[in-house]
């Protein structure tokens, strides 16, 4: 008996070498690291945290409008994984703009596209998310269009079906391995029959409040089409401030230390939070002007990751000057930026005044999108 215990376990043994060997063989050329870590590769994409911006076409200085100082190209070098717009319909072709076309215009979905294809198509260990706000409800096949021509359909992944349990979701390895790196979720309007790829957002993930102006930043459910506890989540943890009319503009002053580790209506405590109502850390961390704070969006979902956060190059800097961009340069922040906030800049009145001219009351019902 025991002999023959013996034999089935060597048997056993020789079987799972063999075994072993013959996936390394078949596995050659897998990913090695992914979205800059090697401990990710075997994660699911739902158990995963990724630093997003939101309205990432949104770029400029000195305007109300702007949510980003840097184009999508610095984001994406700089470490953000999901990539939020907002596409308006302008005769048929989605264009991105923020709430209405006249406050803010980020040029076509097409062209915008076209940069994520270029980067990713020299960073091709990274698996990259966009979420998009279709405002006016265009049909899903004007997007798949628009992809098509980017050349991001065939780099699209599709879900089995069209909802997925936040367990479900594919490894980030087997995303890159498959050459299906990129993930899109569609706010409006997605048909799971009709474009799969375009994966619908409220019934797959669940957000907090957006378009907060007080610091609390709490982990409620305040969206969603689904289960919360099947979902993955996102939180919108950028500040608004109160400005003329009362209509929301990004708090730029505070922005370092609403990006910060840690300390009062900080991404860090707003994820320590989360986690402790959930038992879980948000898989999409939205912010404004990702760069302040020195890279601590970036640190906030490494720990959340369980990774280390040592980029290899710095990151961008505030273009406001401000050099250190810690939470602790805030008032300098605030002081250099009052000129844009104060509405003295040309752009910012001609646009204000552009708005008072369409309609002030509905431009602020539409602000309610989003
Ligand atoms: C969502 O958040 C907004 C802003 O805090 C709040 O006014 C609204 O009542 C919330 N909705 C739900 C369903 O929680
Ligand atoms: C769905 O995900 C939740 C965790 O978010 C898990 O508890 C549950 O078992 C999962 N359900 C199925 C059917 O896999
Ligand atoms: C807050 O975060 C900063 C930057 O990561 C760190 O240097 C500091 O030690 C942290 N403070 C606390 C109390 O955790
Ligand atoms: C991933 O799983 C670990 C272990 O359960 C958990 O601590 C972490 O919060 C999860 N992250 C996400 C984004 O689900």
């Known amino acids: 008996m025991r002999t023959s215990s013996r034999d089935l376990t060597q048997a056993v043994v020789a079987l799972l070498v063999a075994s072993t060997a013959s996936h390394a063989l078949s596995i050659e050329g897998r990913a090695s690291t992914c979205n800059g870590h090697p401990e990710l590769c075997d ?8 630093v997003g911006t939101h309205d990432s076409y949104a770029v400029g200085t000195n305007n109300l409008a702007t949510n980003q100082d840097y184009d999508v190209t610095q984001q994406l070098k700089d470490g953000v994984r999901l990539l939020q717009v907002e596409a308006l319909n302008q005769n048929g072709t989605p264009q991105l703009c923020h709430t209405s076309c006249t406050l803010q215009n980020g040029g076509t979905l097409q062209d915008y596209l076209g940069k994520v294809k270029s980067w990713m198509d020299s960073n091709t260990n990274d698996v990259v998310t966009l979420l998009i706000t279709n405002t006016d409800g265009m ?5 798949d269009g628009v992809f098509k021509t980017a050349g991001l359909n065939t780099m699209s992944w ?10 479900a979701w594919p490894t980030l390895g087997s995303l890159i391995d498959g050459g299906t790196r990129l993930v899109t979720f569609l706010a409006q309007q997605a048909d799971f029959t009709q474009v799969p ?4 957002e409220f019934t797959n993930v669940w957000e907090t409040a957006f378009d907060v102006t007080d610091t609390t930043f709490d982990c409620n459910v305040n969206r969603t089409n689904g289960d919360p506890t099947q979902q993955l989540y996102l939180i919108n943890h950028f500040l608004d401030k109160a400005s003329v009319f009362g209509l929301p503009a990004p708090d730029v002053a505070n922005a370092a230390k609403t990006n910060a580790a840690n300390g009062t209506g900080s991404l860090g405590l707003q994820v320590e939070t989360c986690e402790a109502q959930y038992g879980r850390s948000p898989n999409f ?4 002007f990702y760069e302040y704070g020195g890279g601590s969006v970036f640190q906030v979902a490494a ?13 961008a800097t505030p273009k406001d000057g401000s050099s250190t961009a810690s939470a602790s340069s805030a008032s300098t922040t605030s002081s250099s930026l009052s000129g ?10 001609q646009l204000w005044w552009s708005l008072v001219a369409t309609g002030v009351m509905s431009v ?6 989003f």
């Open 43 to 50: 994660r699911s994409y739902g158990n995963v945290s990724f």
């Open 139 to 143: 049909p899903p096949t004007t997007f």
């Open 158 to 167: 599709t879900p089995p079906s069209a909802q997925l349990n936040s367990t």
């Open 197 to 200: 790829y375009l994966i619908d």
């Open 285 to 288: 961390m939205l912010v404004d």
């Open 303 to 315: 720990t959340a990751n369980g990774v280390s956060y040592n980029p290899s190059t710095a990151i």
């Open 340 to 349: 844009a906030q104060g509405l003295i800049g040309p752009t910012s009145s």
């Open 364 to 369: 602020m019902g539409s602000l309610v999108l």
